[in-house]
């Protein structure tokens, strides 16, 4: 199994800023894409950004020049930068990664357990 592991969240106040991480661990061969979702109450999960094969990011119109996405590949870690947030950023952010445990694997997806951001105005 893969694990992930999400750290970061918290309460700020709009303008502020916060960083989440996310830690991998288990059995990996690869990572191919790694993205944080995020569900506010009553609303659908959405992609906010993702990274693909290490260095192609990509990211939802809403949060673009003021999130940034990146990984650390020696230490399986994910990470969003986010800076300022917005009430509207408020919601549980999870990391989602599609991952292969051994070279001749197929690649599975797995999701993180979230972690609250919550912004007051």
């Known amino acids: 199994q893969v694990q992930l592991v999400e750290s970061g969240g918290g309460l700020v106040q709009a303008g502020g800023s916060l960083r989440l991480s996310c830690a991998a661990s288990?059995?990996?061969?690869?990572?191919?894409?790694m993205s944080w979702y995020r569900q506010a109450p009553g609303k659908q999960r959405e992609l906010v950004a993702s990274?693909?094969?290490?260095?192609?990011?990509s990211y939802r119109e809403s949060v673009k020049g003021r999130f940034t996405i990146s990984r650390d590949n020696a230490k399986n870690t994910l990470y969003l930068q986010m800076n300022s947030l917005k009430p509207e950023d408020t919601a549980v952010y999870y990391c989602?990664?599609?991952?292969?445990?051994?070279?001749?694997?197929?690649?599975?997806?797995?999701w993180g357990q979230g972690t609250q951001v919550t912004v007051s105005s």
């Open positions: 989602y990664v599609i991952a292969r445990r051994q070279a001749w694997g197929a690649q599975s997806s797995y």
């Open positions: 288990g059995t990996i061969f690869s990572i191919n894409v």
């Open positions: 990274i693909v094969n290490g260095n192609n990011t």
